[in-house]
Every structure is written in C-alpha cells, then in structure tokens.
C-alpha cells in the first residue's frame, strides 16, 4: 500500500504555497508529489522517473456565470478539459475527467470510476460495481493519504495519478466554498 506524508519545507520552498508529499511504500520513500493547488496540476517522481498531472488543454473550467450566459444566448457547451497523467516524454499514460463529485478514469483500453463512498474514494470498473480498491484519506483526524489498490494490476503511476484527482476535487470544493 503506497501512503503520502508531507515533505518539510527548506528554505527554498519556505513562502511556496504547492503542497509538498513524500509517497511511501510500506515505510520506505519510493519519490515525490508536488501538488500545485493554483493550477490543479503536480509534479510527480517516483523510482526515477518524472511524471505530470495537468489538464489537456491550458484553460480553466466553466464558471457559473459563464455557463449562465451560454444557456441563455444558446451557445454550445465546451468540450471536455480532462486531466492527463504524461510521463517524461510527453505520452498520456491515463486520464480522468471530473463528473460532479466523481472522475472518470480511462488508461489504454479500460475505463473506471473513481467515487467517493464514506471517507475515501473507491475505484471501481466501468459498469462493475465491486470495489477495485480505496484512495483518499482514511480517517478524518489523519493527514496521511492512502492508495491501497492491487499493485500488478495499477502501477505507483496510476494511483498517485488517481490521489491528484481526489486532492483538485478537494481543492476545486475550497475554491467555491470560499466565493
């Protein structure tokens, strides 16, 4: 089970505000998550390799009042703006796209969901309803964040992919609590 706990800060990264994580394997750090909350985006290492999470295209998300004016001068909808998981080249290995308070996630050929069921959310596959694993944030009073999914099957990759999903969520729910 891969686990995160927060990096402490040096003076270099002392008056950033990304959020900073070691990723842990059973104890023992196996790379990094930088978490840009302003962006919705993170940096990501792990065992060597660099990773991005970031939205496809580099625009934000309908407002209300945007999506207000479309629906009343009859415009078209904007087309979907997914996150996608890139390695150091450039190649999308996965993608997830925000639908209400759930993603769904796609990587090569499969298709899952990834939704919140009590504490921490569930990944489950596209029409299956037998939960594949838990990512999230376990018990209330933790900082710890957890991604408990069968490794073989779902690389390091793929699950902080997923915890960066679950983190813009929580950081995009801040952001209209707030307004």
């Known amino acids: 089970m891969l ?3 927060s990096t402490k800060r040096d003076r270099s990264t002392f008056f950033n505000t990304d959020l900073l994580f070691d990723i842990l394997d059973e104890g023992k750090p196996i ?3 930088v978490y840009d909350k ?7 290492g792990l065992n060597g390799r660099d990773y991005t999470v970031a939205r496809s295209e580099d625009r934000h998300d309908e407002r209300l009042y945007e999506a207000l004016i479309r629906v009343m001068s ?3 909808k904007p087309p979907a703006n997914p996150w996608a998981l890139r390695d150091s080249a450039g190649r999308s290995l996965a993608l997830g ?3 209400k308070q759930t993603f769904a996630v796609s990587r090569g050929g499969e298709s899952f969901t990834l939704r919140k069921l009590k504490r921490p959310f569930h990944l489950f596959r596209e029409g299956s309803g037998e939960s594949l694993g838990s990512v ?3 018990k209330f009073f933790t900082r710890t964040l957890h991604m408990n999914l069968p490794r073989p099957e779902f690389d390091e990759a793929f699950q902080v992919f997923l915890l960066t999903l679950v983190l813009s969520l929580a950081m995009q729910d ?3 609590a707030s307004s």
């Not at 302003?38 to 990501?44: D, E, F, H, R």
């Open 97 to 99: 796209e925000r639908m």
């Open 174 to 176: 801040l952001e209209n």
């Open 31 to 33: 790379g990094t998550l």
């Open 38 to 44: 302003k962006k919705y985006a993170a940096a990501i």
């Open 74 to 76: 009859g415009g078209e």
């Open 136 to 138: 999230g944030q376990e």
């Open 3 to 5: 686990t995160t706990r």
